[in-house]
């Protein structure tokens, strides 16, 4: 998962504000805000490229699903041939590929709507640092527009005042506010503990058991179909 860059797109439209008026004011507002529009771009940028990638992982897994469906019909065939053409033997080893690969389409289901679910929620990212920086070039004009009023004059005392402090600071401070800040570090959650040697060959041995079953059960099921 693109965590940093899901992390980096929290900075970037959420954050506080008040303690980075006198930084703005003192750097020069139109510079910060023309950094702070630079930096979503380049968040957009690593947002897009992290989607591309779910997009082709979850296509990947769709393809790898597809295939195994393939096989598993073509194996089915094969067996039915083999057992046909009495040889239990082969039709015992097409079988055994066949609970192989079924045991890999859950993990591959798994991954493609892993992908998936990685793909919407970078959309969501792409969608949300868009509109910041629609609203960041909104407050930088209007910025400009009022530094230019200001300096022919034209503004009177009260509207001057409102323009200096309030609101295209202060929405492109809290954007800055936000840059500067670091990531907070993910925690993790500790595992349950593997099991003991002994306990672990015992498990094994189960597993290899239930496989022989399922093996053997299907073996039987299609001796049958075949001889009805």
Not at 18 to 36: F, H, I, Q, T
Request: proline share 1%; glycine share 6%; with cysteine.
């Amino acid at each position: 998962m693109a965590e940093f860059i899901f992390a980096r797109v929290r900075r970037i439209v959420s954050g506080g504000v008040e303690d980075a008026v006198d930084a703005l004011e003192k750097a020069g507002g139109e510079s910060v805000m023309r950094e702070a529009i630079r930096e979503v771009d380049r968040g957009l940028d690593d947002a897009r490229v992290e989607m591309g990638q779910a997009a082709a992982k979850k296509a990947q897994a769709a393809r790898q699903i597809q295939m195994v469906s393939a096989k598993l019909d073509e194996l089915t065939a094969k067996a039915k041939f083999a057992v046909e053409q009495n040889r239990e033997d082969l039709a015992e080893a097409a079988i055994a590929r066949q609970v192989d690969l079924e045991a890999q389409t859950p993990i591959l289901e798994s991954a493609r709507k892993d992908a998936e679910v990685e793909e919407e929620r970078l959309q969501a990212c792409v969608a949300a640092l868009a509109a910041r920086k629609r609203e960041m070039e909104t407050d930088l004009a209007a910025f400009l527009a009022a530094r230019r009023e200001a300096r022919t004059g034209a503004m009177t005392g009260a509207v001057a005042s409102a323009v200096a402090g309030d609101a295209p600071d202060h929405r492109v401070a809290r954007a800055q506010q936000a840059f500067d800040r670091g990531m907070t570090g993910a925690g993790g959650v500790a595992g349950a503990g593997a099991p003991d040697h002994d306990t672990a060959n015992k498990l094994a041995e189960i597993e290899t058991l239930a496989r022989r079953e399922k093996i053997n059960a299907r073996l039987s099921s299609l001796k049958a179909s075949v001889q009805a």
